[in-house]
């Protein structure tokens, strides 16, 4: 595919003959039109307009040419901006409305129209429109784009917008032209700012409101926007939370969470309605009134930095008064039998919005939780609830687990592997919340209690233990994966004097790298290695704050996985050393006398290494054959004569290998054999086994 520098020449030829065409009678053309449309059409689609050539084709279109009508729609219809759409292509949008000699057909005007109330949030300038409202207004009187000027301007029409006259003129319209539903959709936006406005008794379809754009347009212009260089924000960030959410009438009519609307205003009001961007709120915010229900707080951005940087008892009890009526009521429908299951999602859903965005569960809706759950089915709005309880408040561990773990366990248990998954990654939210909270505590509050921490990490330790030795070897992955994650955070989220180093049990520990999955065991080992720069990373002496058992579990650890992988000694249990993976001996002296049995050569103790364990041994010989071949590269040996290693690789077969005429590769050292594999895996996403020996064999400490 041609890039768009490439295909930008193409482009401005096509917009000089348009252009030409525009001006030269059909019959008299020497350039077929539809050809140079296509060409312009398919630039757009592909790559966006660019500022220049969107505004040529917008002046051409806003007047009255000699381009038949298919292909000016044509044209609008493919108008697709690669960056935000300019002021001034707006007003050369609305200075081509209206009646007049030179003006373009009203088709073409109906579409323009539309394309605006499109493109209205991806204005370069938010208040270009604002400015025009005035011009817009005066319009409505055209019957061609009454329709579409309706929506547009329900879609911007903000506080300062509605004024007496204006609403005098539209109520006019509205009886003169038999309610028409463009018409009361937008009086219903202004009945809105102005509570007072009597409606009658027509009932609004869906006419009355701007349909959603286009998800197709949608997706395109997202797609070319985000790959433009210009364009550094994404259309749903485009104001940072600093302006209103809108859901949409028919959408805001349907939710349990109202919209934010400032009710018995003046003119002089200020309100949230009011506010585009963080320097009007920032400027206002002392004068801004408080919108007619608090709880829209839940799911407007605008309105949680409102009520956060302007606190006020009666806020705080406006709000915690309709969450205590709105979740008691909830709760009784729901034990009855008779809720609304929309009305619960909208409910959760808010609720969720206001723990991400305070990083705090609710008092209230902890209350609600505590009741609600031991009833919840298991099955209706998994997600927001689970996402909810990662932030119940840290304290005491029992204490969660009896008001809100335990109810979820019980509620899940029946789904299968499926709702274990989902429960782990609860406690790793849950893990990653705590830990996050105890760290951001004050000086002068009371410091979390550590053991916290230990009694979570021992109920998802037996909780992962009891599973890992349920499910049948080879299924479950995402599972496995479930436990892995939450054993890397509690791995990485220490803080002396603050968050404990929490070790799981070494029997799960053991019973991972032991799992048949080359990511399983790079993965525990990266968790080990984690363990053991935490501990390097403590204030000394570590005695002085960790009991021997601690540190003596992870050290058995380290020599376990470092006899296995590293000095060929797997299994090897040495009192007070090492535990052999709890291998009991009598097993492993049988396995070795077997293995014995088939070749002299082989041994237990070899058997895990990085050449001969099950998970990693195709993966060292391909970093061998890497490494023989590069040795081969930078030593200069004819490939033809010189003799290849078969595997697998061992220190008496590289000794050998060497005499017989291979290439000379140490076993251990910096540059050695082994360093290479566990470099060569990193590389290529298993960095666990090299994380775990730089951190443990002294001579590679450093060297990652």
């Not at 998800?215 to 749903?236: C, F, G, K, M, P």
């Not at 364990?613 to 890497?626: C, D, K, Q, V």
Request: proline fraction near 6%; hydrophobic fraction near 40%.
């Amino acid at each position: 595919m041609p890039s768009v520098v490439e295909d930008q020449p193409a482009l401005q030829d096509a917009l000089k003959l348009l252009h030409n065409a525009s001006r030269t009678p059909a019959k008299q053309r020497t350039v077929k039109v539809s050809s140079v449309v296509d060409v312009i059409c398919r630039h757009a689609f592909e790559h966006g307009l660019e500022a220049d050539s969107l505004r040529d084709i917008v002046q051409l279109v806003c007047v009255k040419t000699n381009l038949d009508q298919t292909t000016v729609t044509t044209l609008v219809k493919n108008l697709y901006p690669a960056q935000r759409l300019p002021a001034d292509v707006v007003v050369t949008i609305v200075g081509a409305l209206g009646q007049g000699k030179g003006k373009p057909s009203s088709s073409t005007q109906d579409s323009l129209v539309k394309w605006l109330a499109i493109c209205h949030e991806i204005l370069q300038d938010p208040n270009v429109l604002t400015r025009l409202y005035g011009v817009l207004f005066s319009m409505l009187d055209m019957i061609s784009i009454r329709t579409s000027l309706c929506h547009l301007l329900s879609l911007i029409t903000r506080r300062k917008h509605v004024k007496p006259f204006r609403i005098q003129q539209i109520l006019e319209l509205s009886r003169g032209l038999a309610n028409e539903p463009a018409l009361q959709g937008l009086l219903r936006v202004f009945k809105d700012y102005y509570p007072d406005i009597i409606l009658g008794s027509a009932s609004l379809s869906r006419k009355s409101f701007a349909p959603l754009p286009d998800a197709e347009w949608r997706t395109r212009i997202a797609t070319i926007q985000n790959a433009s260089t210009a364009v550094d924000d994404t259309l749903q960030d485009r104001h940072n939370g600093f302006k209103v959410l809108r859901k949409g009438p028919k959408r805001a009519e349907a939710s349990a969470i109202p919209d934010v609307h400032t009710y018995h205003a003046t003119e002089a009001s200020v309100t949230l309605e009011g506010i585009d961007n963080v320097e009007s709120f920032v400027e206002k915010i002392d004068r801004i009134e408080p919108p007619g229900q608090m709880i829209s707080f839940l799911t407007d951005p605008l309105l949680q930095k409102y009520v956060e940087l302007r606190p006020s008892p009666i806020t705080t009890t406006r709000i915690d008064l309709w969450l205590a009526t709105c979740l008691e009521e909830l709760f009784e429908t729901e034990r009855l039998g008779t809720g609304d299951p929309q009305y619960l999602r909208d409910i959760f859903a808010g609720l969720l919005k206001y723990a991400q965005c305070t990083k705090e569960l609710h008092p209230i809706a902890a209350s609600f939780l505590r009741s609600y759950l031991p009833i919840w089915n298991g099955q209706e709005n998994v997600d927001a609830i689970l996402s909810l309880l990662t932030y119940v408040p840290v304290g005491s561990f029992q204490a969660a687990y009896l008001n809100f773990l335990q109810p979820v366990e019980q509620a899940l248990a029946s789904r299968g592997p499926s709702a274990y998954e989902a429960i782990l990654n609860l406690y790793t939210g849950l893990l990653q919340q705590w830990a996050s909270s105890a760290k951001s505590q004050s000086a002068g509050r009371k410091p979390v209690d550590v053991t916290v921490f230990e009694e979570l990490t021992e109920h998802v330790s037996t909780l992962s233990m009891s599973l890992l030795l349920s499910i049948p070897v080879g299924h479950c992955p995402s599972l496995i994966s479930s436990i892995i994650c939450f054993n890397e955070i509690l791995a990485s989220i220490s803080e002396p004097h603050i968050v404990p180093i929490t070790l799981p049990p070494t029997h799960l520990i053991y019973l991972l790298a032991l799992h048949a999955s080359t990511t399983t065991l790079s993965r525990t080992c990266g968790i080990i290695a984690s363990y053991k720069r935490a501990f390097d990373a403590h204030p000394t002496p570590v005695k002085n704050y960790y009991p021997a058992a601690v540190t003596d579990s992870l050290n058995w650890c380290l020599r376990d996985m470092y006899y296995m992988l590293w000095i060929s000694r797997g299994l090897e249990a040495v009192e007070e050393k090492t535990k052999g993976l709890y291998c009991d001996p009598t097993l492993r002296s049988a396995l070795s006398q077997y293995l014995r049995g088939i070749d002299r050569d082989y041994s237990i103790g070899s058997a895990g290494n990085l050449s001969n364990n099950p998970w990693l041994a195709s993966l060292s010989a391909s970093a061998w054959r890497a490494m023989e071949d590069a040795e081969i590269e930078r030593e200069g040996y004819d490939r033809s004569t010189i003799r290849y290693h078969p595997g697998p690789v061992s220190q008496k077969s590289l000794d050998v290998h060497r005499k017989n005429g291979g290439v000379d590769v140490d076993w251990d050292g910096p540059n050695g054999y082994k360093v290479f594999v566990m470099k060569w895996m990193a590389e290529r996403g298993l960095a666990g086994t090299r994380d775990l020996m730089f951190t443990t064999v002294k001579d590679l400490k450093g060297k990652v």
